[in-house]
């Protein structure tokens, strides 16, 4: 069983509108599952901080290009992505994404089981989180934080759906299966 | 049991406290438009940006791109020199040949009559001094 963040209700609208406490809300909800983000795909505490900070400032500036108040969270977590695309590009590990890309399955297949995990299992889930591939980690977390749909992980990551759906089935097979191995 | 997501935020709570601090000293000031948190300066901004996602990702392009057109200012200058000394080392026509030269154009002359300017360039144009235009209608 999955936990999906709720669809609640986020004062948007009064953030469009430049309203501090609207934005203070906002930040409120959204500061630790973008750090998460951010930070299982770059690995830095420090640049995860800049890149939570640098995404926010972003949102502020554009938050009037975003159409649908509903649609926040995304928005905000795909400018989140794009700042995390230039900071492997910065660290020159956009040959690696590209690879990494280019190495995985074409086929897709929807994959009904979610991943749960074992109490004594968490330290290894988070190590084992670490060693899959950079896009198929960041489509797990995307769903694995917020919940979010196949559609909405493809806007955010800039990739089609039957990719997404494919980096998903294979993303939480390789874990279960690397978490199967370590179970007693 | 728990959910990724539960241990996923669990295991970064400890990032809330600088989290909360980055609001207050960062991103407050930003909302209010008070002050650049990345830069005071926002033409420095601008710059290190451009150079960070343009510049920076692709500098072996750039740097071949400025190899290209060494080579290029290079090969332009040896081949300036080569056609000035080329031009040095040409000799001045001898006698001879400005005189086959001079014979030539004339039979030309005598052949297809001497060259007309054309009407538009007889025109003039611009009034001339008033004495002239005085002159011209005392005559008439």
Redesign the interface.
């Known amino acids: 069983m999955l936990v999906v963040a709720e669809r609640e209700q986020l004062p948007v609208a009064d953030a469009r509108a430049g309203n501090a406490e609207a934005w203070k809300t906002l930040f409120r909800r959204y500061r630790l599952p973008l750090y998460v983000y951010v930070f299982e795909l770059v690995r830095d505490e420090q640049a995860s901080l800049d890149l939570v900070q640098e995404t926010f400032i972003n949102a502020f500036r554009h938050i009037a290009s975003l159409r649908e108040d509903d649609k926040f969270g995304g928005w905000l977590f795909r400018i989140a992505h794009q700042k995390c695309v230039q900071q492997w590009r910065r660290q020159g590990r956009e040959a690696e994404l590209r690879e990494e890309m280019l190495r995985e399955p074409e086929t897709s297949s929807p994959d009904p089981l979610d991943v749960l995990v074992r109490e004594e299992q968490e330290a290894e889930f988070m190590r084992q989180l670490e060693k899959i591939p950079l896009p198929q980690r960041s489509a797990l977390l995307l769903h694995f934080i917020e919940g979010f749909s196949l559609e909405e992980i493809a806007r955010i990551t800039g990739t089609q759906v039957g990719t997404v759906k494919s980096r998903l089935h294979y993303a939480k097979r390789a874990l279960r299966k690397l978490l199967e191995e370590e179970a007693p | 049991?728990?959910?990724?997501?539960?241990?996923?935020?669990n295991?970064?709570?400890s990032?809330?406290p600088?989290?909360?601090r980055?609001?207050t000293q960062?991103?407050?000031p930003?909302?209010?438009g008070n002050a650049t948190?990345?830069s005071r300066n926002v033409l420095f901004a601008a710059g290190w940006k451009m150079w960070?996602?343009l510049i920076?990702?692709s500098r072996r392009i750039w740097a071949g791109l400025a190899c290209a057109w060494v080579v290029i200012a290079v090969m332009d200058l040896a081949s300036s020199r080569t056609a000035t000394e080329v031009a040095r080392q040409t000799k001045p026509p001898s006698r001879e040949e400005v005189r086959v030269l001079i014979e030539q154009r004339r039979m030309l002359t005598q052949l297809i009559g001497p060259p007309t300017e054309p009407a538009h360039s007889q025109k003039r144009t611009t009034p001339g001094p008033h004495s002239e235009c005085a002159a011209r209608t005392a005559a008439a």
């Open positions: 049991m728990k959910t990724p997501r539960e241990i996923l935020l295991q970064h709570k990032a809330e600088r989290l909360d980055m609001w960062k991103l407050v930003a909302l209010d948190p990345v960070q996602e920076l990702p």
